[in-house]
């Protein structure tokens, strides 16, 4: 069949980057599984057990050669994917075939390769989340004393500027940096534990030696780079390990919805927009058209993310004492792709915050609109230093306020400045009332915030994590 003719996952065509796709792959799925039985092996010889280092020496020849069309037609006939690769395995490694997966059950493959992956995988992810924090590092270091309006219920409130705005998008996947490393901190290796978590059947193997077992355990650890284990088990790890990391990635999905979907506000604000390039269409009816099509993209693609995660919270709640099948089917698709959704969401964020532009005079021009409004509280507090009542002042000045506004939604101009010098009680002159409207006077410690949040909170996750410039190129 034709490619064309079946459906191909738009994560893998359109969307994830190749190194994400790699960690999910086939070929690093059973290479792991080889290791697995490889270290497995190892670890029983060391023990004392009858294996020989011409088996394992034959078992490590083929650790990257995966004879799929043996796997594949084995599986058909027995139905079992673990069991069919123990059998491609032993078809070329013949001399090992009768100590592979010695004493294991399915679960040892699976679960500790499904471990494995979610700390590559998360770390990959780290990395790249790291990227977005020099990005905008960059642009909140340059943009922290611009004024700009800032809003609440999407109503213009006081000023911020745009750099100080920047560090709200970081600060959130900052925090889901810290979330997802804590799950990575915390992440512990299934091991070697049988078919029920019991581990009968090593305890059979070493004939009883209790601290064997154990030490089995503690070598394959060792050999992928885990400190711990995890204490006890069923036949799996326990699925709530998935539901755990699941929610971190939707933390980072909810982060990056919150910055496209204000990137795409600033953008029809025609204040700030993501990179459009020389050759893009932003509409098939309307050649003007620049829509933010990239932080769209993010914010579909998060909402793709976040209900993804409830996928994993549902199977941990229905494993039945101590394990049922009904989580495979379901966790091989969401946990997989909630990686691939977020590795994209991630490349679409470092793409737009490499090069986002910024259009000051409309910042400027917008911002001089509605000072005049916030500038109200200055001139009441000068106004009642110079002998005014405060709660009349506040009537009046709430008074012209209204009418100014009403005169601006009808498509007057704002003549609130002109109104209140006209007032009698307010005692300042219309020079003395303009002179309140700089609007650098509106941002309070913007700028000193930037500067503490980028040394404290921003420079040491960079340090952390940014392993080298990435620059993510986006396939469409």
Known sequence: MDSHDRYLSPLSTRYASDEMQFLFSSNHKFRLWRRLWIALAKAEKELGLDITDAQIAEMEQYKDDINYDVAEAREKQVRHDVMSHVYAFGQQATKAAPIMHLGATSCYVTDNTDLIILREASQLLLHKAAQVLVNLSAFAERYKSVPALAYTHLQPAQLTTLGKRATLWMNELAMDMEQLQFQIDQLALRGAKGTTGSQASFLELFDGDSAKVQALDEKIAKTFGFERLIPVCGQTYSRKIDSFFLFALSGIAQSASKFANDLRLLQSFEEVEEPFQKDQIGSSAMPYKRNPMRAERMTALARYVMVDALNPSVTAATQWMERTLDDSANKRIAVAEAFLAT?????????????????????????????????????????????????????????????????????????????????????????EIRNHLDPVAYIGRCPEQVDAFLKNVAEPLIHRYHDADRKAVLSV
């Not at 509605?370 to 405060?390: D, Q």
């Not at 209204?402 to 005692?427: F, S």
């Open 343 to 431: 590795d994209a969401i991630l490349n679409i964020y470092m793409n737009v915050t490499e090069n986002m532009t910024v259009y000051e005079p409309v910042v400027h021009h917008r911002v001089m609109e509605k000072l005049p409004f916030m500038a109200t509280e200055n001139i009441m507090m000068e106004s009642v230093k110079r002998g005014g009542n405060r709660q009349v002042l506040h009537e009046i000045i709430r008074v012209h306020s209204h009418a100014a506004a009403r005169a601006v939604k009808e498509g007057g101009k704002n003549d609130l400045i002109r109104r209140l010098a006209d007032e009698p009680k307010i005692p300042m002159t219309e020079e």
